[in-house]
């Protein structure tokens, strides 16, 4: 799931208003949803908050980064950043201490991801600090929602919550820089963004509830394995090639994903 909205981004003509439709629809979506959920604990409310505040720094920088750079390259370094952050991250700030196998599997993973940017033995990405900043991001928004989440009692509606916020304070920003007609017209792409939106909540969602009891590192990890699948897609319904560096790239995302678990 989490590739394919990436893809949509990606191939889109105006990625920030594509960006924001998809926001729309998380926003839309999770307010319809979070009218049948009680309330999160108010412990939970300023992660939430924070949150919102750090998907919308996240989704400039991940903007930007496809604005300048292609997809193959940019999303290895964002993806394959972020679980070695979240790892520090969640030691410092949620007293996590991963054992040996899962720091083994999560540095497997990152590792493997990152190393797919590479063009033989150079790391030439004109988007590498606008992809290194979304990692960043990743970072503070998953560690963020970590805690927030085991701190809510209910990580279903804390996940609506914050979605709902996210996905105003987006179009906000939007409106802020090209007015609100730039937005609310719709243009072809529109019905493939909204969907886009609409996945990336379930996808998202689904990596808050897990973090809310597993480790927010190993969490991490394995939501980056979506490089995987989508050389694997790429390969069998795209005709795209799979190099021997892809292939090993892909065994030690495998490998680590396998000790993680």
Not at 8 to 22: E, K, N, P, Y
Not at 46 to 52: D, F, Q, T, W
Not at 78 to 86: A, F, H, V, Y
Request: aromatic letters at 10%.
């Amino acid at each position: 799931m989490h590739a394919s909205w990436n893809a949509l981004l990606r191939g889109g003509a105006d990625r920030l208003w594509s960006m924001t439709v998809m926001c729309l629809a998380v926003a839309i979506a999770s307010a319809a949803i979070a009218l049948f959920l009680a309330p999160p604990a108010k412990a939970s409310w300023i992660y939430a908050v924070l949150s919102a505040g750090l998907h919308v720094g996240y989704n400039l920088f991940l903007v930007r980064s496809y604005q300048v750079g292609d997809l193959g390259q940019t999303y290895p370094i964002s993806r394959g950043s972020s679980p070695i952050l979240i790892t520090i991250a969640a030691s410092v700030f949620a007293g996590e201490k991963p054992g040996m196998g899962a720091l083994l599997g999560i540095a497997l993973v990152s590792g493997g991801i990152i190393s797919l940017a590479f063009k033989g033995r150079r790391l030439a990405v004109p988007s590498l600090p606008y992809a290194l900043g979304t990692g960043c991001f990743i970072a503070a928004y998953s560690v963020t929602d970590g805690i927030g989440a085991r701190l809510s009692g209910a990580p279903m509606a804390y996940t609506v919550w914050m979605c709902a916020l996210w996905g105003i304070l987006m179009p906000a920003i939007y409106i802020g820089l090209r007015g609100a007609n730039s937005l609310f017209t719709i243009r072809p792409g529109f019905i493939t963004a909204f969907i886009g939106g609409l996945v990336s909540l379930l996808a998202y969602g689904i990596v808050i509830y897990a973090m809310s009891g597993a480790p927010m590192g190993a969490v991490s990890a394995l939501r980056e394995t979506s490089v995987l699948f989508a050389a694997l897609i790429g390969y069998f319904f795209l005709g795209e090639t799979l190099t021997a560096r892809k292939m090993l790239a892909c065994a030690a995302i495998a490998i680590g994903a396998i000790i993680i678990g």
